[in-house]
């Protein structure tokens, strides 16, 4: 199997080097560890390409006792979070959320060498039509694809900005503390992504609420990075505003056009989705402790020290 990589521009090159401590000569042999590993676990049937292995270990700043926990969390997050990864496909259903333009990752990073940035627009999708785990469904579509394709997100990370605008009961009514307490584990344990700052944009106050509720589950690391935002202008510090998109009175694309990018790919990973059926963990055949929803999201006190680097 080949070990052949992306090669960085020097910017994120270096930066790789310097935050996560990337050494280009020693990546072959991590890898090769990596894959050494997967073939001695009985219960997990992991894809075993570079450019997938690598993210991991950039995402566990080349730690492989992390990268191995969690590559392994990644796959048995299928099993425990089934509201997540049932019927995973490309299909029109998938399409549609997209369409709707409620996830979009825009074109150009914070900086040649900075985060993605991501906004969700969780008031652009018609709840009564769609559920907010079959929109997390997508955003984890897409968050897979990043893993392959994206070494802006997966070297520095990403800035997630929340607009809740449109924002109805219907949606509020599909949050509840469960699916936040899951999708906290997961992107804690489970994902080699990097969280920079998430910040709340036209936040209606009973939002609010809510906030205070996901804050709580979070560790004071994480807390500093949630921002909540009454006018654009106090986003604009972080996010300046020719990285946003032209709806945003940036020059970062449009919506539409983010829409369609992503449509495009998407489709292109029809075959992907179809062939990530057969990678998973049999927690039948894990040695010791199986991992599963009872273990990831059934201790209360596990929650208190979520973590990210």
């Given amino acids: 199997m080949s070990n052949t990589i992306r090669s960085l521009s020097p910017e994120l090159a270096k930066k790789a080097h310097d935050e996560l401590g990337e050494v280009p000569e020693r990546i072959d042999e991590d ?20 450019q997938f292995l690598v993210a991991f270990l950039r995402g566990c700043k080349y730690s492989l006792e992390k990268s191995k926990l969690k590559l392994d969390n990644f796959y048995a997050m299928r099993g425990a979070v089934p509201e997540l990864y049932k019927n995973r496909f490309v299909g029109e259903k998938q399409l549609s959320i997209l369409e709707t333009g409620c996830l979009l990752r825009l074109p150009q990073p914070l900086e040649p060498d900075g985060p993605r940035i991501h906004i969700s627009r969780y008031g652009q999708y018609d709840s009564k039509k769609y559920s907010i785990a079959e929109v997390i469904q997508v955003n984890t579509m897409l968050g897979e694809i990043q893993i392959r394709e994206d070494d802006n997100a997966m070297i520095s990370g990403f800035v997630e900005i929340i607009d809740m605008k449109g924002i109805g009961t219907g949606h509020l009514f599909q949050f509840d503390a469960v699916l936040v307490k899951k999708l906290a584990v997961l992107g804690d344990k489970a994902y080699p992504y990097r969280p920079k700052g998430f910040h709340f944009v036209n936040a209606p106050s009973s939002a609010e609420k809510f906030m205070s509720i996901a804050k709580s589950l979070m ?26 998109p032209a709806e945003y009175g940036g020059s970062n694309g449009t919506v539409q056009d983010v829409v369609n990018t992503w449509r495009t790919k998407l489709i292109s990973y029809k075959d992907f989705f179809e062939e990530e059926v057969s990678y998973g963990t049999n927690e039948k055949l894990r040695r010791g402790q199986p991992v599963n929803a009872e273990s990831l999201f059934g201790i209360e006190g596990s929650f208190r020290k979520l973590d990210i680097d």
Wanted: proline content about 4%; some cysteine; glycine content about 0%.
């Fill in 31 to 50: 890898i090769e560890t990596l894959r050494t590993w997967i073939a001695k676990q009985p219960h997990l049937t992991a894809r075993e390409d570079a």
């Fill in 219 to 244: 560790s004071e690391k994480i807390r500093k990075r949630f921002h909540i935002h009454s006018k654009l202008e106090s986003l604009y510090k972080y996010v300046p505003k020719e990285c946003l």
